[in-house]
């Protein structure tokens, strides 16, 4: 797939068919998730990679918790959002509405329990960064990630990424023996997108270019 092509066709996948993803290409995405560029070469990023048995456990384990802390989604930010950034989440919303609503389950629902289940994707990937880092190094991870998600689009499979779910990262790093000095930063769902399912009947907008670009000349 060409990439122009993999980034204008990309979108967040929230219901996957029940088929398996080869382990090599789970590993040909990790390796080209590993091309990013980083600061003096660090490479800060480390994934973690279930599947099968393990990672049913791990979604078990998830549920019990969110059943016990009810942990909302949500921007995260510290202060009131400006108008413009307000914006566009009721934008997506009004888009995203439609289509949750034919799953006659409310969205919060949805995709709180979603988040603890991978949306059902096949493979969940976990990221993480050593916590020696200082939190500038996290725009390296983030540039891995984004190497991650296209390379996953080029192969045909589809892909979410999940913050809400490190509210339990406890949980997470006890399950699968993520060690102490190591931060959960994101999980990623991997796997074939259903394409029947409303949750995966829309793509959300993006800002025009005059909206995100300022020009100096």
């Given at each position: 797939?060409?990439?122009?092509?993999?980034?204008?066709?990309?979108?967040?996948?929230r219901a996957y068919l029940n088929q398996?993803?080869?382990?090599?290409?789970?590993?040909?995405?990790?390796?080209?998730?590993?091309?990013?560029?980083?600061?003096?070469?660090?490479?800060?990023?480390?994934?973690?990679?279930?599947?099968?048995?393990?990672?049913?456990?791990?979604?078990?384990?998830?549920?019990?918790?969110?059943?016990?802390?009810?942990?909302?989604c949500g921007s995260g930010a510290s202060?009131?959002?400006?108008?413009?950034?307000?914006?566009?989440?009721?934008?997506?919303?009004?888009?995203?509405?439609?289509?949750?609503?034919?799953?006659?389950?409310?969205?919060?629902?949805?995709?709180?329990?979603?988040?603890?289940?991978?949306?059902?994707?096949?493979?969940?990937?976990?990221?993480?960064?050593?916590?020696?880092?200082?939190?500038?190094?996290?725009?390296?991870?983030?540039?891995?990630?984004?190497?991650?998600?296209?390379?996953?689009?080029?192969?045909?499979?589809?892909?979410?990424?999940?913050?809400?779910?490190?509210?339990?990262?406890?949980?997470?790093?006890?399950?699968?023996?993520?060690?102490?000095?190591?931060?959960?930063?994101?999980?990623?769902?991997?796997?074939?997108?259903?394409?029947?399912?409303?949750?995966?009947?829309?793509?959300?907008?993006?800002?025009?270019?005059?909206?995100?670009?300022?020009?100096?000349?």
């Open positions: 797939m060409d990439l122009f092509a993999a980034m204008t066709q990309r979108r967040s996948a398996a993803v080869a382990r090599a290409d789970i590993e040909d995405i990790i390796r080209y998730a590993g091309l990013a560029p980083s600061a003096i070469n660090l490479q800060p990023w480390e994934y973690v990679v279930t599947y099968g048995e393990e990672k049913d456990r791990l979604v078990r384990r998830l549920t019990r918790a969110a059943a016990e802390r009810q942990i909302s202060k009131p959002l400006p108008d413009k950034y307000l914006r566009r989440t009721r934008q997506a919303f009004q888009v995203m509405e439609p289509h949750f609503s034919k799953l006659g389950i409310p969205f919060n629902q949805f995709v709180e329990a979603g988040s603890c289940s991978f949306y059902g994707a096949p493979v969940a990937i976990i990221v993480t960064i050593d916590r020696v880092f200082p939190q500038i190094r996290y725009l390296d991870l983030g540039l891995s990630v984004a190497y991650l998600l296209l390379a996953a689009q080029a192969k045909g499979l589809a892909t979410c990424p999940i913050g809400l779910i490190t509210a339990y990262a406890a949980e997470m790093a006890e399950e699968l023996s993520i060690p102490a000095e190591k931060e959960i930063a994101l999980a990623i769902a991997l796997g074939y997108a259903d394409e029947t399912s409303p949750a995966n009947g829309f793509k959300t907008g993006r800002e025009e270019l005059s909206e995100i670009l300022t020009w100096y000349e």
